[in-house]
């Protein structure tokens, strides 16, 4: 009876697999495709399977091609995010680490990569988590065998911090031992250890607080909290297994002492002087400036460490808006990372990371391209995303409206594909979890 069954479904499920199977044609009012400076019009994206095999006109639409019409649209490259803690779930989130086991975390954070997906980011850098084990290695693992639907993950599983850091749990007793949000760890000996251990299971980044941070508890962002010693270990220990170090800096002598010892990535950046920038223009140092999260909490009493936000939003932020402008002029690369966590934040919120940068002095059509070519080359995918051309993997993104005339169109995203395969469309819907699973 039950192989009856089986034997019945089975034309419907190929005809099903055929569909899918068929090349897709995007047709939007215009393309904005990573590379040039001005959006692409009368421009038509063709998708064959998980990749892009054609950009042009009208004429590149091959016979028995799906078309999906997307009037009134802008079609670009899906966003990058290369600063997230996904499975950060609440805004005070040193608390909220110590109240959720990692597979609570991990359910929250899934549940928030998929929201972010549907609004537009089809690859997020996971910079630690606040995890005791690496819970967003298990996802990136489901995902990647098409368990569930989410982003393209990578990243670190924690971040490393000094004991007191911005990694530690500064505000207990002493007589309280609980494992901290971050990996605490002191001197070169230790640094290597951990860095092998996060290897070992999964991080293909190194994260490390170089400095004080602005949301930990009893630290301060202007001090710098690994010395150059450590910094070095930690990059040569890293870099000899080619993977990459991001260096959490908002001190300006951490900034440059990061920088000197070969970090692939300034994250923040906040007292970054005149020849911090030099020094990252010559060694081609990406800044991922982080800047909107501060104005999401500028005000009220989410964070325990309110105070310092505060501080900052009052007079830390126009020298940095400025300061960013200044290192993009002299030809620093500038990434985009959010930072705002996992399920608590409204992924709506994201895009305005990119609208900041404008009023940082890039051009809407530079900050886009923050959020997508430039972010792959921070992560080296630069060979499979972060344009919309021939070859590359279909991850796009669809907003209404033009978003080179108001970055605002960038909060009204309609449509979404991944690896070819739509996941928010104006007319379908959303598919997330609950696919047909066909474990790669
Ligand atoms: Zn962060």
């Known amino acids: 009876m039950q192989r009856r069954h089986v034997l019945f479904l089975l034309p419907a499920l190929l005809s099903c697999w055929q569909a899918a199977a068929e090349p897709v044609a995007l047709v939007a009012d215009r393309v904005i495709d990573g590379v040039g400076n001005k959006a692409r019009i009368n421009t038509v994206v ?47 989130y040193q608390n909220a680490h110590l109240q959720a086991s990692s597979a609570y975390k991990a359910l929250m954070g899934l549940a928030a990569l998929q929201r972010q997906l ?31 639907i989410g982003p393209r993950l990578t ?58 941070a602005y949301q930990s508890v009893g630290d301060d962002p202007r001090n710098v909290a690994f010395s150059p010693e450590e910094l070095q270990a930690a990059v040569s220990e890293a870099n000899r297994h080619n993977v990459p170090v991001a260096a959490h800096a908002h001190a300006t002598e951490g900034i440059k002492q990061a920088v000197a010892a070969g970090v692939r990535s300034i994250e923040h950046g906040t007292f970054i002087d005149d020849e911090g920038i030099k020094m990252m223009a010559a060694k081609g140092t990406f800044l991922v400036p982080t800047i909107y999260i501060g104005d ?20 830390g932020r126009g020298k940095f808006l400025a300061a960013v402008g200044r290192a993009h002029k002299q030809g620093v690369k500038i990434a985009v990372g959010v930072d705002l966590g996992g399920y608590m934040t409204p992924p709506v919120v994201f895009v305005r990371e990119m609208a900041v940068l404008v009023e940082a002095g890039l051009t809407p059509m530079e900050a886009i391209q923050a959020g997508t ?52 469309s104006p007319g379908g819907g959303t598919t997330l979890a609950g696919i047909l699973a066909q474990p790669r």
């Open 296 to 315: 999401y909490y500028k005000e009220g009493d989410k964070l325990r460490a309110q105070d310092k936000q505060d501080e900052y939003a009052t007079h």
């Open 155 to 212: 990243g670190a599983g924690h971040y490393l911090s000094i004991t007191g850091g911005g990694g530690d749990v500064n505000y207990f007793s002493p007589e309280q031992r609980v494992i901290a949000d971050g990996l605490v760890v002191d001197g070169p000996e230790e640094i290597r250890k951990a860095i092998r251990e996060e290897i070992k299971y999964g991080s293909d980044w190194i994260k490390l607080l170089v400095t004080g």
């Open 373 to 424: 070519r430039v972010g792959a080359e921070l992560l080296r995918w630069d060979d499979r995303l972060g344009t919309v051309q021939s070859g590359k993997l279909a991850d796009l993104v669809a907003v209404t409206g033009n978003p080179l005339d108001d970055m605002k169109a960038l909060e009204h995203v309609t449509f979404v594909m991944i690896g070819g395969r739509v996941v928010k």
């Open 118 to 148: 549907l609004a537009g980011w089809t690859t997020i850098r996971v910079m630690g988590d606040a995890d005791v084990y690496y819970a967003n290695q298990d996802i990136r693992k489901t995902i990647d065998k098409g368990v569930f």
């Open 46 to 92: 063709v998708i064959d399977g998980e990749r892009i095999i054609a950009v042009g006109d009208r004429s590149a639409i091959p016979a028995g091609a799906k078309v999906i019409q997307l009037p009134g649209q802008t079609l670009m490259p899906g966003f990058i995010n290369c600063h997230e803690h996904p499975l950060m779930y609440g805004d005070d």
